[in-house]
């Protein structure tokens, strides 16, 4: 679940490349996976022990990590594989599609758990064997801890967005098990058996905000939004440092997966020849590339003062 935004690298040059990059993506939806399925052993094995409804809900919850986790390998995967004849901007739209999986699976399940919960304020299930369960998920924060602190490793070096979105489900686990441990201290206690279905509640609505949050995420980038902000401004600055440049517009970013493009149009003298401007745009395509590792970029150049229309797609474009 989410605890917070998408990770993103923090220096887009940052990032690995090639084949380590790749490795390191599949080793983290694999680690993701081993992961969940040991959690849900563990919560499986305390829930039919002491019938705990917040314990249930922390259950549901890596159950649905474990088949998010396993979309997230099938679909890395495939966004690995190569550009072909039948998808020449490559299969970066696989990430945000799980994603979307993703946010489908978490909002079934948080509905499903807030009913039982509410079932439970009207007839309540004493919590048995508290100790074992705290135990149980004590163990579950310490390794749902390590895997987000790994998964955080492997988003700053790769970007990658399905991790991003599979890290969301962990870190939020985190704030849950914390929550769940609080709910079967309280609600084995004489008098508190609500605290287990208002912890039920409480986590079941965390799970079905973040899942919208996760479905907008994957959304913007399966509509190709534009890149942050940030990196819109760091492209043109990278652009205009070059001492021929006179001006950048039409500026245009999307992202597919770990792909991004780039397109953009720069306006220099209108009396340079094909080949001097033809070298500025190289020159800005390297620097630009630079710090965007792997970024396809598109550059069409303007002569300064000749007007020229282009047709944007939809509206007209700054």
Known sequence: MNGGALVRPENPSSLMSGPSRERLMRVATIAAMVSAAILVVAKASVYFDNKSVAVLSSLADSALDLVASGVTFLAVRYALTPADEDHRFGHGKAEPLSGLGQAAFVAGSAVLIMVEAIARFHSPVPVQDGTSGIAVMAVATVVTLALVMFQRY??????????????????????????????????????????????????????????????????????????????????????????????????????????????????????????????ISDDVERAVASAFPGADIIIHQDPEGIVEFHQPVGAALP
Not at 154 to 180: E, F
Not at 210 to 238: C, H, T, W, Y
Not at 256 to 261: H, Y
Request: aromatic share 6%; proline share 3%; hydrophobic share 50%.
């Open 154 to 279: 492997v988003i700053k070096k790769t970007g990658s967005v399905a991790i991003s979105a599979d890290s969301l489900h962990y870190t939020g686990d985190l704030l849950m098990n914390l929550g769940v441990i609080a709910a079967l201290f309280l609600s084995a206690r004489p008098g508190l058996a609500w605290v287990d279905p208002m912890f039920g509640v409480g986590i079941s609505s965390f799970m079905l905000i973040n899942a919208m949050r996760i479905a907008f995420q994957a959304v913007g980038s399966l509509m190709d939004k534009e890149l942050p902000d940030a990196d819109r401004e760091n492209i043109i600055a990278i652009a205009r440092q070059h001492p021929e440049v006179i001006h950048v517009h039409e500026l245009r970013t999307r992202s597919s997966g770990l792909q991004k493009f780039i397109q953009m149009h720069l306006v220099v003298g209108q009396h340079l020849t094909l080949v001097k401007a033809h070298a």
